[in-house]
């Protein structure tokens, strides 16, 4: 069962939804026009193998991960769900809680995924950690 919507209005205005769908979406469409997305991808998504906890520069891709996308339709799909529930949470809890929501459940989902697969040479990629956690807080 594929949503088109929900039956709660939200109580105000999604601005922070809204902000982290373009934001998101912004940076989907750099990476695709990027000169090497390999490069790109490999460069910004979390690469298990290539975390060394002692390196604070190898642990940004914890984060900056929630931004990138495997294609359209992985970006269409995360980004509709957000958009569907996400301003129902915004609207609830409030703006600052969130975006800590968001990023939080994205961080513990690369996390979750690291702590699986540590020698994986494989990049992690997308925000679907993010919107589960939208999706189990909704």
Do not use: C
Request: cysteine-free.
């Amino acid at each position: 069962m594929f949503p088109l919507s929900d039956a709660n209005p939200s109580r105000k205005f999604p601005l922070f939804n809204i902000i982290i769908i373009v934001i998101t979406s912004l940076v989907f469409f750099l990476q695709l026009s990027s000169a090497d997305q390999e490069v790109f991808i490999f460069q910004y998504a979390l690469v298990p193998a290539q975390v060394d906890l002692a390196d604070f520069a190898t642990l940004i891709p914890f984060v900056t991960a929630i931004f990138l996308h495997g294609g359209f339709l992985h970006i269409i799909s995360n980004m509709w769900f957000l958009w569907i529930f996400g301003d129902n949470i915004e609207g609830h809890f409030g703006w600052l809680t969130f975006v800590i929501l968001y990023f939080a459940s994205g961080i513990i989902g690369n996390v979750a995924q690291y702590i699986l697969m540590p020698d994986s040479p494989i990049p992690m990629l997308g925000a679907s950690g993010a919107v589960a956690g939208i999706l189990g807080a909704y």
